[in-house]
Nanobody, 115 residues
Framework: QVQLVESGGGLVQPGGSLRLSCAAS????????LGWYRQAPGKQRELVAA???????NYRDSVKGRFTISRDNAKSTVYLRMNSLKPEDTAVYYC?????????WGQGTQVTVSS
């Protein structure tokens, strides 16, 4: 019913910036929340940032002040602007959309922070 297509991942140097995009399509009529998660090798998937249908945002402590989540309702797209990137930000980043009792995930995009 819902498809999420991510873009913007890649290799970036420490201190650099990157913007991830997630475009949603399909049967979208009542979004509860949109979010970005990440998973590094050997680690649990963790919430990075989320935004509700009311516009309330939430960030994990390690990215506060560096990452910004935003959305464009007209384009059905959610973004994650990542500044001052650190090697520990290296992970596969996943877009998530929650609607009713369902949740949908993007395919994941690799972000590697290394010199």
């Amino acid at each position: 019913q819902v498809q999420l297509v991510e873009s913007g991942g890649g290799l970036v140097q420490p201190g650099g910036s990157l913007r991830l995009s997630c475009a949603a399509s399909g049967s979208i009529f009542s979004i509860s929340a949109l979010g970005w998660y990440r998973q590094a090798p050997g680690k649990q998937r963790e919430l990075v940032a989320a935004i509700t249908n009311g516009g309330t945002t939430n960030y994990r402590d390690s990215v506060k002040g560096r990452f910004t989540i935003s959305r464009d309702n007209a384009k059905s797209t959610v973004y994650l602007r990542m500044n001052s990137l650190k090697p520990e930000d290296t992970a596969v980043y996943y877009c998530r959309l929650a609607q009713l009792a369902y949740e949908y995930w993007g395919q994941g995009t690799q972000v590697t922070v290394s010199s």
